[in-house]
């Protein structure tokens, strides 16, 4: 090891290489670390003296890696980041009581916030932190559990399986009590509000994709209505603005206090689900072991009651009359 001190320049020479090597800009990396880019320039030129050989090829208004430079800066790259890492888990292991998760904000809002207060109940002296995100994708330095949808596959990660995902259409009873109902197992939707998220998501199904599995005429007609966000879309339902498609998962709740009613008895299984992960390998907290045993065990029983309610005994609307 004493060997080190030779053979490595210092630290925050290769902390400055690693920032302009990733920027290709002196300024800019001088801005990033709070230096002058005078002081950039001395640790880059003290660095390639150190080695030898030319890490940056300096033309008149932009600057490129050589050769070199780009075999230093992957190796920069990992060994910093690896180096972070490590002691990121140190840090958390260390706070055994403390454990943050993320997830979607939908999934928060919809799922794991109204299960929360039962993990407090049982371990109230947890510090618990809850990083409701647009993009529950896990960031070491930032949780230590994240909760994502997809198929399990992620790089890196252990992926624990939660539960699977149905999709169906449901509306509030305010806008059901405002058509009449007719028997029928397809509901023909025709005429009716349907409510789209506009923005494209790649876990979403769309109305598009509902027609063309279940109805024999193609796609409805008729009004709509188009929102951005899920969170907004579902407040619309559950006001009597129309009908949506919405997962099983996360209608459980909103079924089972009548804030809308699932339409016919059709669904669409998606084929991703729900997934608590953390990085590969990575040590968990005391209390990061405990919210995901307790994680893990409340989705097994939401899973063994997530049949959702049974569509009431005549949901399908007939179609809306015709103006002539």
């Given amino acids: 090891m004493d060997k080190l001190r030779f053979l490595l320049p210092s630290p925050s020479a290769l902390v400055t290489f690693e920032c302009a090597a990733r920027l290709l800009n002196f300024t800019r990396a001088a801005e990033e670390l709070g230096v002058t880019q005078a002081a950039v320039s001395r640790q880059i030129k003290n660095l390639e003296q150190h080695i030898g050989r030319p890490l940056f090829n300096r033309a008149e208004r932009r600057i490129t890696l050589t050769p070199a430079g780009a075999k230093l800066k992957d190796a920069v790259a990992y060994g910093l980041g690896h180096i972070a890492g490590a002691i990121t888990g140190v840090r958390r292991v260390s706070a055994a009581n403390a454990v943050s998760v993320a997830?979607?904000?939908t999934f928060s809002s919809y799922w794991l916030m109204s299960r929360v207060a039962q993990f407090r109940a049982q371990h109230p002296g947890v510090d618990l932190r809850l990083v409701a995100t647009a993009n529950a994708r896990h960031r070491n330095d930032e949780c230590d559990l994240a909760i994502r949808y997809g198929h399990g596959d992620w790089q890196g990660m252990d992926a624990h399986h939660m539960f699977d995902n149905d999709v169906f259409p449901v509306c509030a009873p305010s806008y059901l009590a405002r058509r009449k109902r007719h028997e029928g197992e397809i509901p023909d939707l025709s005429g009716e509000t349907l409510l789209h998220l506009a923005r494209f998501d790649r876990n979403w199904v769309s109305w598009s994709t509902w027609f063309e599995t279940f109805a024999a005429n193609g796609a409805a007609s008729g009004p709509g209505l188009s929102y951005d966000n899920y969170l907004v879309l579902i407040h619309a339902v559950v006001a009597g603005e129309g009908i949506a498609l919405c997962g099983g998962r996360l209608a459980h709740d909103l079924l089972a206090r009548g804030d809308v009613v699932r339409i016919g008895g059709q669904a669409l299984k998606s084929d991703r689900a729900f997934y608590l992960v953390h990085p590969h390998g990575a040590p968990l907290s005391r209390a990061a072991r405990q919210f995901k045993q307790w994680l893990l065990g409340e989705?097994?029983?939401s899973g063994a009651r997530i049949t959702p309610p049974p569509a009431p005994p005549a949901p399908p609307f007939p179609p809306a009359p015709r103006r002539t």
């Fill in 103 to 105: 997830a979607s904000v």
């Fill in 299 to 301: 989705a097994r029983r």
